[in-house]
C-alpha cells in the first residue's frame, strides 16, 4: 500500500530570483538552505521516478539495502513473495531508524526496532509489538504498517515515487528507454560493490555535469594525455518538456589507436561491446546509467546538506559474464569512473569551487550549444543543462514563462 | 638483507619501511617515490570495509600488479597535473597527512614480515579554513626482503567508513 508523505511546506519558503534568460542559472539556489529543505520536499518526493537500485543488489528474498529518496531515510527490500518494496526506514511507532547498515537480509526476523520491539515482516507490515496490554482499543496492527513508497521496475532498476500524481514509469523514462535498453541488455546483472564519496557540492550541481559536454575535454585532461577523443556523438534530453533526462552519447578512439602513456592501458579496453559506443544517462532528478568502456554502473545521486553530496557509485557484471571478464570490469570500473578513478575525480574539485564562490551571487551562464533551442545537440555541448533546470522549476513551483528566453 | 636475518632485524627493517611509504605519500614533491616501496610483484589496494566483509569485489583502487601501481604517479602528474605545472593541476590542492600507529609486526614462516597498524588520513586543503579528515582505518600489509631491501609484497587499505569522506590524490 503506497502512501504520500506529509508535507509541511507548501511553496518555495523564499522569494527566488531568476533571470528572465533560461541560459542563467541564479547562484543562491546552490547555497539556500530553506530552498534545499524545499526541494527534498517538492522534487524528490514530488512526481518524479527515483532511481533507488537495481534488483541484482537484492537478489534473495529478504534482502535489502538502505539510502534516501532525497531527505527520506528508505529501505529497498524483496520481500518473502519476491516483490521489491521501497520502505521508510523509521519506526511507525516512535519513529526510530530500524535498520542502520548499509545492506543485510531479514527474511528470517523481520525488521525489529529497538526501542520498543514492534517488529515488521519485509512487506512492511506490522507483525507485532511487545506488551500491547492497556493499548487503546482501537488499535490495529493493520494501520501501522511502514510508509512505502510507490516501485517501479524497468530492467531491473528500481524506481520509487512517494507522489500519487507521477505519470507511469515508460511514461516518464520515455525514448530514455532505448538507452537504458543498450546499458542493461536483458536486465539481468550480477552486483560487484559500490564505492560512496561525499562531494562538497550541492546536489545540482553534481547532476547539470553530467548534463554538460564541454566540460569533458577541458577538464578531464587525461583523455588528452591518451589521444582519447569523441568520434562524433550526441546529447538528447528525452522528455525535455516535462522531465529532462539526459542521454549522452560517444564513440570514442578505440585503445588500439591510443597513445600508450600507461604501462596498462586495458583502463581503456572495449571488450565486451562490438563498438566503442558508450552512453551516459541522468533519470531526472538523480540517477545516473552508464556503460562507459567496459564498465556497468549506476550512480546515485543522495543530497546530505545544501553544500554536500553523497554519490554511490554501484558497479555490476553481466548475469553471465565469465570470471575473467568479471575480473576485467572490477579492475576497470572504479580505475576508470569512481571516486579514486583516473577521469573522474577531477569532477570533485571542479565542483567543489564551484560551490564555494557560489556565495558571490550572480549568475552561472550556460552558452554552448544555445544557440539550438531544443534537442539533440552536440555531444561537446553544454546546452542540454537548460533543459535540466526547466525541469526543476517546474517542480519547485518556479517554472519558466513563456516566450522568456 | 635477507629472509634469513634476525627476525629483529627484519621487524625493525618492516617498521622502517612504513615510516618511509608516509614520509613519501606525505610529500607531493615525492610521489614520484612511491612505486619503489613496492616488489616488482606487489599490489596495492584501498576497499572499503563494507565490501570486504560482503565478498564484493570491487575495491576503490585495485593496482593489483607493479605496472598499475607505476601508472598511478603517471595518472597524478599526468592526468590530473596537466604535466606537472601546479597552477593547471585538475585537482584541489589538500596537503596529505598521516598519522600511523601502533604498529604491529608479524614475521611470517617464508621469511616476510605482516606489518598491522592503525592509521588516520587529514588533508588541509589550500582553499578551505578547516582540516579535513580523509580516511579512518588500517594497513595489512606484507614485506619481503630482497636484494633491494624491503619492499612492500602487498599494501592493503582497508577504509572503516564505508562512505569516502573526499577524493584523494596521493595514496593513502
Redesign the interface.
Known amino acids: 500500500m503506497a502512501s504520500v508523505l506529509p508535507r509541511t511546506v507548501q511553496g518555495p519558503p523564499v522569494p527566488l530570483r531568476w533571470p528572465p534568460e533560461d541560459n542563467r542559472i541564479p547562484r543562491e539556489i546552490f547555497t539556500d538552505p530553506d530552498l534545499f529543505r524545499w526541494e527534498m520536499d517538492a522534487v524528490f518526493t514530488g512526481p518524479v521516478w527515483v532511481l533507488v537500485g537495481h534488483e541484482a543488489e537484492i537478489p534473495q528474498p529478504g534482502d535489502y539495502k538502505t539510502l534516501s529518496v532525497g531527505a527520506v531515510p528508505v529501505i529497498v527490500v524483496r520481500d518473502a513473495q519476491g516483490q521489491v518494496r521501497v520502505l521508510v526506514n523509521a519506526c511507525a511507532h516512535r519513529g526510530a531508524r530500524l535498520v542502520e547498515g548499509?545492506?543485510g537480509n531479514v527474511l528470517k526476523g523481520g525488521f525489529r526496532c529497538i526501542y520498543h520491539m514492534w517488529t515488521y515482516a519485509p512487506d512492511g507490515s506490522l507483525l507485532g509489538v511487545s506488551l500491547p496490554d492497556d493499548f487503546p482499543a482501537e488499535f490495529r496492527k493493520e494501520d501501522y504498517g511502514l510508509p512505502q513508497a510507490r516501485v517501479a521496475l524497468y530492467k531491473g532498476l528500481i524506481f520509487a515515487s512517494f507522489h500519487e500524481g507521477t505519470p507511469p514509469l515508460d511514461t516518464y523514462l520515455a525514448e530514455l528507454t532505448e538507452g537504458l535498453d543498450r546499458v542493461l541488455g536483458d536486465g539481468r546483472l550480477r552486483?560487484?560493490?559500490?564505492?560512496?564519496?561525499?562531494f562538497?557540492t550541492n546536489w545540482k550541481l553534481y547532476v547539470e555535469n553530467i548534463y554538460d559536454g564541454y566540460h569533458v575535454t577541458a577538464?578531464?585532461?587525461?583523455f588528452q594525455?591518451v589521444r582519447l577523443r569523441s568520434h562524433g556523438g550526441q546529447r538528447l534530453v528525452p522528455n525535455y518538456e516535462r522531465n529532462g533526462h539526459l542521454w549522452g552519447q560517444s564513440r570514442s578512439t578505440p585503445r588500439e589507436q591510443l597513445e600508450p602513456?600507461?604501462?596498462?592501458m586495458t583502463?581503456f579496453d572495449v571488450r565486451t561491446k562490438p563498438t566503442t559506443d558508450h552512453n551516459m544517462m541522468v533519470v531526472f532528478p538523480s540517477g545516473v546509467v552508464t556503460d562507459y568502456f567496459d564498465t556497468l554502473q549506476l550512480r546515485y545521486v543522495l543530497p546530505l546538506a545544501v553544500d554536500q553530496t553523497?554519490i554511490e557509485f554501484t558497479?555490476f557484471a553481466r548475469a553471465d559474464d565469465p570470471e575473467e571478464v568479471?575480473?576485467h570490469r572490477?579492475?576497470q570500473?572504479?580505475?576508470v569512473l569512481?571516486?579514486?578513478g583516473?577521469?573522474t575525480?577531477?569532477d570533485?574539485?571542479?565542483l567543489?569551487?564551484v560551490q564555494?564562490s557560489s556565495v558571490a551571487r550572480g549568475d552561472n551562464v550556460v552558452l554552448k550549444g544555445t544557440p539550438k533551442r531544443f534537442p539533440p545537440y552536440r555531444h561537446v555541448d553544454e546546452a542540454p543543462i537548460r533543459h535540466f533546470y526547466q525541469a526543476y522549476r517546474r517542480l519547485i513551483g518556479v517554472p519558466v514563462e513563456e516566450g522568456s528566453s | 638483507m635477507k629472509a634469513t636475518d634476525s627476525l629483529a632485524t627484519r621487524e625493525q627493517a618492516a617498521r622502517e619501511l612504513l615510516a618511509r611509504y608516509v614520509r613519501v605519500v606525505d610529500d607531493p614533491d615525492r610521489i614520484e617515490e612511491w612505486p619503489d616501496l613496492f616488489a616488482d610483484q606487489a599490489e596495492y589496494r584501498v576497499v572499503t570495509r563494507e565490501n570486504l566483509e560482503a565478498g564484493l569485489p570491487v575495491c576503490v583502487v585495485c593496482d593489483d600488479t607493479k605496472d598499475r601501481i607505476v601508472d598511478r604517479v603517471t595518472v597524478i602528474r599526468e592526468f590530473w597535473g596537466a604535466g606537472g605545472r601546479l597552477e593547471d593541476r585538475h585537482y584541489n590542492q589538500v596537503r596529505p597527512r598521516h598519522v600511523v600507529g601502533p604498529v604491529w609486526t608479524e614475521p611470517q614462516d617464508d621469511g616476510t614480515v605482516r606489518v598491522l597498524a592503525n592509521f588516520a588520513v587529514w588533508g588541509t586543503p589550500a582553499g578551505d579554513f578547516y582540516p579535513r579528515l580523509l580516511a579512518v582505518g588500517e594497513y595489512r600489509d606484507v614485506v619481503e626482503f630482497g636484494p633491494q631491501g624491503p619492499r612492500f609484497r602487498s599494501k592493503w587499505v582497508v577504509l572503516d567508513t564505508p562512505v569516502l569522506q573526499d577524493v584523494f590524490v596521493y595514496p593513502l
Do not use: M, N
Not at chain 1, 577538464?219 to 587525461?222: A, E, F
Open positions: 548499509p545492506r552486483y560487484l560493490g559500490s564505492i560512496k564519496v561525499i562538497r577538464l578531464h585532461t587525461g594525455v602513456v600507461l604501462r596498462d583502463l553523497l558497479f568479471v575480473r572490477v579492475r570500473g572504479p580505475a569512481g571516486p579514486a583516473a577521469i575525480l577531477e570533485a574539485a571542479a567543489e569551487r564555494q
